[in-house]
């Protein structure tokens, strides 16, 4: 019994989709090894993993990339891998974090500076209404703040709550940063969504000197 050029055709039509499907499972494979190799900071299996073609742009299931992991995580070395490699910068996880608030809350500054020369989004906000400006003035990291101010951040600018990084500063009593936000502009007078000034929240929170930068000189 022979197969007619209908069977012939439809075998071959068979053979292919497995071969596709085989292919698709091997990609998947791929770029699963490549996001647990960042997991763990394992150099050798992420330059593995690139090197029998995953995508640098792989996320997990919380759309996370290798890139966000490793900033997550603190390791700059794997993050720099991943730059290498071609990671889109401004793929943010679910929750909307970018690599840029990783950074800035990490407080890399050359990777901030990396990050801003790839293209990054400063004005990307997560689903807490925050951005790369609000962490590092909030975590203190004077020399991001000002590396988001050279990119053209707005020191006045006002995100949830009507909350300004100067206010995020003064809060945490982040006195370089409160200079630094100062010394470009940032105005002293505006109110959060309780009425509260800058100086007002950092006196509430118990920094004494962070207020006397806040007030007027007598």
Do not use: C
């Not at 000002?146 to 009507?162: E, F, T, W």
């Amino acid at each position: 019994m022979t197969l007619g050029s209908f069977g012939r055709l439809a075998l071959a039509a068979l053979a292919a989709a497995t071969l596709s499907a085989a292919r698709a499972a091997d990609d998947v494979s791929v770029n699963v090894k490549l996001l647990l190799a960042a997991r763990s900071s394992d150099a050798a299996g992420i330059h593995r993993a690139l090197g029998a073609g995953a995508s640098p742009d792989s996320r997990n299931r919380l759309g996370e990339t290798a890139l966000l992991i490793a900033l997550k995580k603190d390791d700059l070395a794997t993050a720099k891998t991943m730059l290498a490699a071609g990671t889109d910068v401004n793929i943010a996880a679910a929750n909307g974090v970018t690599p840029l608030m990783a950074a800035a809350f990490g407080g890399h500054d050359g990777i901030v500076a990396e990050l801003l020369a790839r293209g990054a989004d400063a004005g990307a906000t997560d689903r807490l209404g925050k951005n790369a400006m609000t962490y590092a003035a909030g975590q203190g990291h004077a020399a991001i703040v000002r590396a988001l101010l050279a990119k053209g951040v707005d020191a006045n600018a006002v995100y949830r709550n009507d909350l300004t990084a100067l206010m995020w500063a003064a809060g945490y009593g982040r006195n370089d940063v409160v200079k630094a936000l100062l010394e470009a502009g940032a105005r002293t007078d505006p109110r959060d969504n309780r009425g509260k000034t800058a100086a007002d929240i950092a006196r509430e929170a118990g920094y004494p000197e962070t207020v006397t930068l806040l007030l007027p000189p007598k």
